[in-house]
Structure formats: structure tokens, C-alpha cells
């Protein structure tokens, strides 16, 4: 069945730039399917940052717009996240997580922390 | 953005007990709800779409109900292993998706 795993630095400064990799395994990108990324600050609730398509189309959370940008290779099965001028409010474990039946978020990574931090 | 409020807060019961939860959407999203079930250290699992279609594997013992501005997730006999965190989630009319602020489920 369909994996998701993110990757990512861990660690990153403050007003530096965060990049985060979610792979597909045991299916395909191409299929009908949204993926989202979703994070979570240590200890709160779940906060959308957005979704994309395999052919590229994107929708962003318009809290983040501006700071977010998203992108799909096709090729390595794999999706991406951009986060730029980090605060210490960024910090959270990111999810990427597939749009899935009744637009729900069915299928989810297990997550990865980043601490933004000095 | 369209807002969820879940209630109680927190939820204080024993296993067996029957256990009700609330989300309540500031505007209709129709039946485009979800629930899901968060455990510490683990990812959020998918419960319960559409309001009240239960995924893959869930057990019997979790429905979903409502439609308009307000469900419930009914859990009719608590197991030990239920005792978690419980989100709803909506994207009714496409983007954003949005999620409730959680209700956290634990033993009396």
C-alpha cells in the first residue's frame, strides 16, 4: 500500500529557509491524487500549509501564502515544501499526508520535527 | 476560512463507557467532515470520512453522525487503546482545509 516519508534538516536558524521531502513508495504520484503538507507545533492543534498536484497545480493555506512554495518530480516520486524566514513559530512536526476519499487526508507520513532555532 | 470548534476539551471516562464528541463548523460544509485519532509520537490515523463513513480497518464500535455544522463521533464502548486525541477536520468548497483544535479522550 501507499508510504509516505519526509525528510528534512531538523534543525534550521532563524529567517533561514526550510525544505522538506516527502517520498511516495508502493504507489504512484500520477494517480488522482492531492498531496498536502500539515504541521503540528509541539503540544498544539493541526495546521494545513497546502497541496499539490502531480501536474503542478498548487493551493496554499493563505495564512502562509507568501512564505510557502511547493513543487512535485515526478520522476524520484516526490514532493516538496519551502518555507522561507523562519520564526521560532515554525517550529512544529511537518506531515505530508495524500488527499484522499471524501476529502479527507487518508494516507500519512509519520512526520518530522523541525526546530527553528539559533 | 470556515472555523471548528470541538467539545468538550477533554474527556474524562473508563473503558467501556460510551463516549461522545462534538465539532461544530462556523458555516455549513455539507457532509465533507472528517475524524481522526492521534496518539503521542504517532501521526494522525483517519477515522471517519464524509461524516459518517468509517476507513479502512476502523472498528465497528467508532461512527460518525451529522451533517450541516454539527457531528459527533460516538465511540459506543471504549477500549483501552481509544484513550487519544480526536480531531475533525473540514474542506467543504475546496481549499483551505482546516482542522478543530482537538479533543483530548482519558481514563477516569
Known amino acids: 500500500q501507499v508510504q509516505l516519508q519526509e525528510s528534512g534538516p531538523g534543525l534550521v536558524k532563524p529567517s533561514g529557509t526550510l525544505t522538506l521531502t516527502c517520498v511516495v513508495s508502493?504507489?504512484?504520484?500520477?494517480?488522482?491524487?492531492?498531496w498536502s503538507w500539515v504541521r503540528q507545533p509541539p503540544g498544539e492543534g493541526l495546521e494545513w500549509l497546502g497541496e499539490?498536484?502531480?501536474?503542478?497545480?498548487?493551493n496554499y493555506n493563505p495564512s502562509l501564502k507568501s512564505r510557502v512554495t511547493m513543487s512535485v518530480d515526478k520522476s524520484k516520486k516526490q514532493f516538496s515544501v519551502k518555507l522561507t524566514n523562519v520564526t521560532a513559530a515554525d517550529t512544529a512536526v511537518y506531515y505530508c499526508?495524500?488527499?484522499?476519499?471524501?476529502?479527507?487526508?487518508?494516507?500519512w507520513g509519520q512526520g518530522t520535527m523541525v526546530i527553528v532555532s539559533s | 476560512d470556515i472555523v471548528l470548534t470541538q467539545s468538550p476539551a477533554t474527556l474524562s471516562l473508563s473503558p467501556g463507557e460510551r463516549a461522545t464528541l462534538s465539532c461544530r463548523a462556523s458555516?455549513?460544509?455539507?457532509?465533507?467532515l472528517a475524524w481522526y485519532q492521534q496518539k503521542p509520537g504517532q501521526a494522525p490515523r483517519l477515522l471517519i470520512y464524509?461524516?459518517?463513513n468509517r476507513a479502512t480497518g476502523i472498528p465497528a464500535r467508532f461512527s460518525g453522525s451529522g451533517s450541516g455544522t454539527d457531528f459527533t463521533l460516538t465511540i459506543s464502548s471504549l477500549e483501552p487503546e481509544d484513550f487519544a486525541v480526536y480531531f475533525c477536520q473540514q474542506r467543504a468548497n475546496g481549499p483551505p482545509v482546516t482542522f478543530g483544535q482537538g479533543t483530548r479522550l482519558e481514563i477516569k
Open positions: 458555516q455549513s460544509v455539507s457532509s465533507y
Open positions: 499526508a495524500r488527499d484522499g476519499i471524501g476529502d479527507s487526508l487518508d494516507i
Open positions: 508502493g504507489g504512484s504520484i500520477t494517480s488522482s491524487y492531492w
Open positions: 464524509e461524516a459518517s
Open positions: 499539490i498536484y502531480h501536474s503542478g497545480s498548487i
